[in-house]
């Protein structure tokens, strides 16, 4: 299902809040297992959010600490850490895990969750890989540097000009004559890619194997995702999560638009050649015993891309093949994302696909608030059809007790995630735990927070951002020095 008719602005779902009693016997506050030998105390869950505030060297900050101090402050069932980079190389303000380097700073933020949620919060962090995309070039620079001259392209420049002199022309010419051309016979003389590079900035894809790096990739992700979990592992995570979702390198390789050639795309078996590989490597390396999850899509949202049948069947094989916990997400695909501005990187959750991943309350008549827990139950039926009893998280528009409680009870999920909503609160366990969820501050699903992700700003909520004494010593500020950077603490009424 994508966004389909005119868009409506829906209500928040109303909410009815639980007593301390009915929250302490409720399936969502009820311990589950994960994995060989870990229980979480809950199946309340906050899946990853990037908060861009690492080091431009991809190492953790006071900021990162305080960000998910303040997750654990509500003592979720599970928290799952940022998606954390796997590669040793430079990717601005974004956790990284490709060297021994980073594991003590990842240390200090496993003992920072450990003491704030008193050790009752599992953690796991999310690891990923992505391939190049660069920022849109001014023309100028695209065509002065950044194009290739091909003789491709001065093949379709001597047809469209109708002068075959144009084949035999000098890269200067070719650049200068396309610096100054209309938009007409750039559209025409440039190729696909070409154009994309001008308009959205290059992009790599993952079947791009006449690259040698892309063609290499099977063979080094196994290794590089099994050297994170090892060190995530030493860091002293509860497990990894590999991140097979979204615009990234595993969710390509899964996609219906892989068409490599080397047995990784194609069909369905080769296009879950490489995650069931990286899977193995993983398991193999980080043990038996440590958990293991995977995050992929239930579906791309884009035209031509995986259904929920692709998901249902990758789910059977990843269960098969020992996963720890299958969460569900959809979309967020690159291949529907609106045009960036000049020097900025074109952002995978601006388009339809981006919308169904992080729905806001403008939409359909199907309306954001759990909307993609139907792709969950239909690969959680599936995947105990199989015989397999693999945990499946959902998330998605998912802002109260009662919804929760109803996803549990219908068996749509076996842990509930909420993202947005626990940044806009991240007490509000602890609230509901306690008997007081009344005064959850309630998410406005409006995607203030995933627009300043988008601009790679410091991530806050609208909620909280703005509600602060300049003066307060304790209030560390985000760097543009307008907005707090956590939540203000809450403690309960009878602690004063
Ligand atoms: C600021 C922000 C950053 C996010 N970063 C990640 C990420 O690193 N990895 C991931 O799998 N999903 C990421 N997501 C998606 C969320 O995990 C979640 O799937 C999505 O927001 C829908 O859930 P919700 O309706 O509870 O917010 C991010 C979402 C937001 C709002
Ligand atoms: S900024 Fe808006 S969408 Fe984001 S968490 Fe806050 S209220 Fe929710």
Not at 386 to 395: I, K, R
Request: hydrophobic share 40%; proline share 7%.
């Amino acid at each position: 299902m994508s966004l389909s008719g005119p868009r409506v602005r829906h209500p928040l779902p109303p909410a009815r809040w639980p007593t301390r009693e009915a929250a302490a016997g409720s399936r969502w506050f009820s311990p589950i297992r994960i994995g060989r030998s870990l229980t979480a105390l809950e199946r309340t869950w906050v899946p990853a959010m990037v908060p861009w505030r690492a080091t431009d060297d991809g190492l953790v900050t006071p900021e990162v600490l305080d960000w998910y101090a303040r997750f654990a402050d509500g003592q979720p069932g599970v928290l799952v850490v940022e998606a954390t980079g796997i590669r040793d190389i430079a990717s601005g303000p974004l956790l990284r895990i490709g060297d021994d380097r980073f594991v003590p700073g990842l240390r200090a933020l496993v003992d920072t969750v450990r003491e704030h949620s008193r050790g009752r919060t599992r953690l796991f962090i999310q690891i990923l890989d992505f391939v190049t995309v660069r920022r849109r070039p001014e023309p100028e620079r695209f065509f002065g540097r950044y194009l290739e001259v091909t003789d491709a392209l001065r093949g379709q420049l001597a047809l469209w000009l109708d002068d075959p002199r144009w084949r035999e022309a000098p890269d200067q010419s070719v650049r200068e004559f396309l610096r100054a051309a209309d938009r007409v016979t750039i559209e025409t003389v440039l190729n696909d890619r070409e154009l994309e590079a001008l308009d959205y900035g290059y992009r790599e894809r993952i079947w791009d194997t006449q690259l040698p790096h892309i063609q290499e990739l099977p063979r080094v992700l196994p290794g590089l995702f099994a050297d994170a979990a090892r060190r995530a592992r030493e860091a002293g995570f509860d497990g990894v999560e590999l991140h097979y979702a979204h615009a990234y390198t595993m969710a390509s390789f899964l996609s219906r638009l892989n068409t490599r050639r080397d047995g990784y795309g194609g069909s369905r078996e080769n296009r879950a050649r490489l995650p069931l590989e990286v899977l193995a490597a993983v398991r193999a390396r980080a043990g038996e015993d440590y958990v293991v999850g995977i995050r992929y899509l239930g579906e791309e949202a884009i035209e031509g891309g995986s259904d929920l049948d692709d998901a249902v069947w990758f789910g059977v094989r990843f269960a098969g093949a020992g996963v720890d916990y299958l969460s569900v997400s959809k979309g967020g695909r690159f291949e529907d994302a609106k045009q960036p501005k000049i020097g900025e990187a074109v952002y995978p959750y601006t388009g339809p696909s981006g919308y169904e991943c992080m729905p806001t309350v403008l939409s359909d008549a199907g309306g954001p608030f759990g909307r993609n827990v139907p792709l969950a139950a239909a690969i959680r039926r599936a995947i105990r059809d199989a015989g397999w009893q693999t945990p499946v998280v959902t998330s998605g528009g998912i802002a109260t007790f009662d919804q929760a409680e109803a996803i549990l009870e219908r068996g749509e999920a076996d842990c509930v995630a909420a993202a947005r909503q626990t940044l806009a609160d991240p007490d509000w366990f602890r609230k509901i735990r306690l008997g007081h969820g009344d005064r959850v501050r309630r998410c406005e699903f409006t995607n203030y927070c995933e627009g300043l992700d988008q601009r790679h700003k410091q991530v806050t909520c609208k909620l909280w951002d703005r509600a602060f004494d300049p003066a307060d010593p304790a209030v560390s500020l985000a760097s543009d020095g307008r907005r707090r950077l956590s939540a203000p603490p809450w403690s309960p009424p009878d602690e004063g």
